[in-house]
């Protein structure tokens, strides 16, 4: 079973307006974490945000900001004011915790493509 | 900023031979792990390493991949006899300490091409 389920292969979005990437997770662990990077077309993986599972907020960052449902193992991620710059690669990764003897590799959904459109 | 590096940014090669992906983490950054992620697909996780020894590793790491920090500062990732399979980007990414909110850092990937 897969545990990151990233649904939109592709999305577009108008330059100005907000989007919602969709990321539903799967893990019997209490303690966990989910984070959310950037890959543009240049390929390096950039760090956009993290939220964790005791967290009880939604994480923000700029622009960026989480949308954490626990109990729907959501973890969407939603961007406002789109920029141009956003059109990229969007993956969502969890952490599971330590009861699974992991060191904390992270595990990937698909991804999402957006494009910005002007 | 501090940032983790990867060298060299591309490498080709023909199948059969030994490649050696170089990573340098974050100075101050004590777990480390290589990443592969082949063209079009997800991220994959390859193996961590703490305290000069392997922590964990996937099913992909099999014998033709080998990981060592030789000099206290280098991480690197050898592929003893490269398959054309092998063609990916790889990432190699760093954390300070093993707790759930620490944020694996990433490097910039080797773009590796097995003819």
């Known amino acids: 079973a897969q545990k990151i389920t990233q649904t939109q292969p592709g999305m577009f979005v108008q330059e100005k307006e907000a989007v919602t990437l969709d990321c539903t997770y799967d893990?019997?662990?209490?303690?966990?974490?989910l984070f959310w990077y950037k890959q543009p077309s240049s390929g390096e993986m950039i760090f956009l945000i993290y939220q964790g599972s005791y967290d009880q907020q939604n994480a923000t960052e700029g622009r960026y900001s989480l949308n954490f449902q626990k109990a729907r193992k959501s973890a969407n991620l939603v961007i406002s004011a789109s920029q141009l710059g956003d059109s990229a690669m969007y993956f969502c990764?969890?952490?599971?915790?330590?009861?699974?003897?992991?060191?904390?590799?992270?595990?990937f959904g698909k991804g999402t493509k957006l494009s910005v459109k002007p | 900023e501090p940032e983790v590096t990867q060298t060299p940014s591309h490498q080709v090669t023909q199948m059969g031979q030994e490649v050696i992906l170089r990573c340098v983490p974050i100075s101050n950054h004590l777990y480390f792990y290589w990443y592969r992620q082949i063209l079009g697909q997800k991220v994959e996780f390859l193996v961590s390493f703490y305290n000069n020894e392997i922590s964990e590793k996937s099913e992909i790491f099999d014998d033709q991949f080998s990981v060592e920090r030789p000099d206290g500062s280098n991480f690197t990732l050898k592929i003893r006899s490269t398959k054309l399979e092998d063609s990916a980007m790889y990432f190699c990414a760093s954390i300070f300490r093993d707790r759930d909110q620490e944020t694996q850092y990433f490097g910039p990937g080797t773009r590796l091409l097995v003819l």
């Open positions: 893990t019997s662990d209490p303690s966990y974490g």
């Open positions: 990764a969890m952490r599971e915790g330590r009861n699974r003897g992991s060191q904390g590799n992270l595990i």
